[in-house]
Each structure stands twice: as C-alpha cells, then as structure tokens.
C-alpha cells in the first residue's frame, strides 16, 4: 500500500517562496514517477509538475514554468516542489501522487495513489 504524506505549506506573501516535500513509502520509490498536482476551491485538480523516475527529466504546466523546480531524492524516497516568485493565483491544495507506471502523466485521473494535501495560501 502506497503512502504519501506531503509537507511544507502555509502562508506566504506574492513574490516569496516556499518548498513542499513529499515522502513516500510502500512501493519501490526509484521505479515510479512522480507528481504534484493542485487543486484550488471550486476548480479542477491540474497538474503543476512531473519527475521522472531518475529525476533526470521534469516536466512542467505553462503557469508555473521558470517559477517552480521538481527534484527527486531516490536516497530518501522524497520529491520536492521548490516554488518561487508566487503569485495569489499559486493558492491551492498541493498533492503528490505516485504514477503507475515509469511515465509522467498530466491526467490527473491516471493516477491512483495520492497525498492528503498542503495548504499554500499566497497573500498580495
């Protein structure tokens, strides 16, 4: 059974940072991608990044291209989400979720193991 507990959220002003971490347990961490996903109220949950396996490639949604950077850590079954430069527009809940298979997926639906989630609230 695969767990996954998210961490690193709270309250942050526009133009600041803040790095969420993602552990993992359950599975072979090193042979399933990863990915955060977001979910603001009363919107759809979207895809904001991807990691592959190895870490070697990432993969990122046009809104938060050049702000936010995935990595890995195989070591210490860990992904992160290091978000700079946030805007209002960045406040959600933030899961990980573990894919299925080797591949990145920006579906939302393809995934079956998740997070509980992390508060992000970025005020102006």
């Known amino acids: 059974q695969v767990q996954l507990v998210e961490s690193g959220g709270g309250l942050v002003q526009a133009g600041g940072s803040l790095r969420l971490s993602c552990v993992a347990s359950?599975?072979?961490?090193?042979?399933?991608?990863m990915g955060w996903f977001r979910q603001a109220p009363g919107k759809e949950r979207e895809f904001v990044a991807g990691v592959s396996r190895s870490g070697g490639s990432t993969y990122y949604a046009d809104s938060v291209k050049g702000r936010f950077t995935m990595s890995r850590d195989n070591a210490k079954n860990t992904v992160y989400l290091q978000m700079n430069s946030l805007k209002p527009e960045d406040t959600a809940v933030y899961y990980c979720?573990?894919?299925?298979?080797?591949?990145?997926?920006?579906?939302?639906?393809?995934?079956?193991?998740w997070g509980q989630g992390t508060q992000v609230t970025v005020s102006l």
């Open positions: 359950g599975r072979t961490f090193s042979s399933y991608a």
């Open positions: 979720a573990q894919s299925p298979l080797a591949a990145v997926f920006t579906s939302p639906d393809r995934y079956a193991d």
